[in-house]
């Protein structure tokens, strides 16, 4: 299979399981927010994606919602632009920043050792998988809802931080105990100069 094939199939696979964790849905009879386990798709993406076609594949998603899919609620620009959208656009900053880190902290686990390894997944997992979200949702949301941040914090982010941190919890653990299965699905070159095949998982 081609890189580019292969890159396509993967990065289907893991908009396809954002899809599916978007049937996972609590809803809160005080916010319009439900939590969900979307953002561990985003988490999960990322990881195994790296930064480029992680991006791509929660792109792939805000693309299908855009053009009226339902995905996890109403599809159509209105969705985008209505109170959860800042939270679906901070999706693809997530993805992007999590591929970028999380390779950066597979180069270095050695150094890090197993203990440190873990704890650092876990950092990334928060600071750019959940913070995100918050940043750009929650402002977001005060001003399609007529908030202040303050309420906006409460009704969409506060209630949901247990959740997202126990979501990154699992990512780091799963993230970790199967990074040398993560698909290299970048360009060949540093595979080429080395000698190796890129189509082999990382070690």
Do not use: H
């Amino acid at each position: 299979m081609s890189l580019n094939v292969r890159s396509l199939v993967y990065t289907a696979l893991f908009a396809a399981l954002f899809v599916a964790f978007t049937y996972t849905r609590i809803p809160l009879g005080f916010s319009d927010v439900p939590i969900t386990l979307q953002n561990l798709g985003v988490m999960l993406a990322g990881a195994f994606l790296g930064a480029r076609y992680g991006f791509i594949s929660m792109g792939l998603i805000v693309a299908l919602i855009a053009v009226g899919v339902p995905i996890g609620g109403d599809g159509g620009i209105a969705r985008i632009m209505g109170p959860t959208g800042g939270f679906l656009l901070a999706f693809l900053i997530e993805a992007l920043l999590i591929g970028f880190l999380v390779r950066k902290t597979i180069a270095n686990r050695r150094k890090l050792g197993t203990s440190l390894f873990y704890i650092v997944l876990f950092l990334v997992f928060v600071l750019a998988g959940i913070l995100p979200s918050y940043v750009i949702g929650a402002p977001w949301y005060a001003a399609v809802k007529g908030f202040t941040i303050m309420q906006s914090l409460a009704f969409a982010c506060y209630p949901f931080i247990p959740f997202d941190l126990a979501k990154a919890v699992l990512a780091a653990v799963v993230t970790g105990a199967m990074y040398r299965y993560i698909p290299n699905l970048q360009q060949r070159q540093t595979a080429v100069k080395s000698g190796l095949r890129s189509d082999l998982p990382v070690k």
